[in-house]
Every structure is written in C-alpha cells, then in structure tokens.
C-alpha cells in the first residue's frame, strides 16, 4: 500500500471524527473543516514521514488544533489593528438619492450588480465589463438591461401596500 493510499484510507475514516473533535475546540464548523483539511494537506506533504507515525489520527489532531490555534491568534492580531487604524468609511455622496441607489443596488443579483457598478460607476465600456467579470458581452448587455429594470422598480415610488405600479401590472418588490 503507497503512502497515499495509506493517507486516502486515514482520511475515509477519521475526516469527520477530527471534524467534530475541532468543531468543539474552536466553535465554528467551517473553521473546523479547514483546519483538518490543512492538517492532511500536510501529511501529504511529507507522505513518507507521516506513515511512518504509531498514531497518524493523534498527529493529525494535534496538527489540525495547532492550525486553528495559529489562525485564532492572527485574527485577534488583526482585530486589535483594525480597531486601532479604523476610521468610519467615507461615504462620497450621503445625499438620500444616492444611499436609495446604493441600497437598491444591493439587492440585485450579484451579476447584474457589478455589471451596472462597472458600467455605469466606474465607466467602463460593455466590452471591458465583459472582459472584466469573465463573460460574454452579450452577457453583460443583458445583465445591465435586466439591472437597469429591476433598478427603475426598486427606487419606484410605491404605493401604500408596498407594490409598484406599473403600466397594468402591480409588481411586489419587498422581500
């Protein structure tokens, strides 16, 4: 059996045991995952050595609980700098329209979203916009006309039941 093998099988049968076993030292499951997940991306670092051990499981642990210790201690490091060089954010125009916009644009998908932000707040051209996000331009004219609709509802005036009124249609736009 290679020492791969040897690691794949250890893997199969202690991943969420050592999961669980972490998810109770740091309180966070996905911090949990990733810890472990580390720990065995480094035995397979050093295949030969870590075969080698009475108690891979125990060194596993040990190395996932060293990781989540580190990462802990860099973010508190992070947190206290933070704290001290945080200023409020600028808010370049705090006039309503614009935080109205801003609020709006948060609740569009995330794709029509940068591509109006890239369009239309940074000037970008189509083409550059769809070079940009990874996309085609036909993708991005799309998403900005998509964008643009569901912008022109959401900042619509509404009337008392909360729906936007349309040429015939009333369109619910809380969620």
């Not at 076993?21 to 030969?48: H, I, N």
């Not at 499981?57 to 933070?82: F, K, P």
């Not at 189509?126 to 022109?152: C, F, H, I, N, P």
């Amino acid at each position: 059996m290679s020492d791969d093998d040897v690691i794949a099988d250890l893997y199969a049968g202690c991943f969420r045991r050592l999961v669980v076993q972490l998810y109770a030292v740091t309180g966070d499951l996905s911090e949990a995952q990733e810890a472990v997940q580390e720990a065995f991306t480094r035995a397979l670092a050093t295949p030969g050595r870590f075969a080698g051990l009475d108690n891979p499981e125990a060194w596993l642990r040990r190395v996932a609980i060293n990781v989540a210790r580190s990462r802990h201690r860099r973010r508190r490091m992070l947190d206290r700098l933070l704290r001290r060089t945080w200023s409020p954010p600028i808010v370049a125009d705090s006039a309503p329209e614009h935080l109205a916009l801003l609020a709006a644009l948060r609740r569009l998908p995330r794709g029509q979203r940068h591509a109006l932000a890239l369009h239309y707040l940074v000037d970008l051209p189509v083409d550059e916009v769809a070079r940009t996000l990874g996309v085609s331009v036909g993708t991005v004219k799309s998403r900005l006309s998509r964008g643009r609709q569901a912008l022109a509802l959401l900042l619509s005036p509404t009337d008392t039941a909360g729906a936007v009124t349309t040429s015939s249609r009333r369109v619910d736009v809380r969620s």
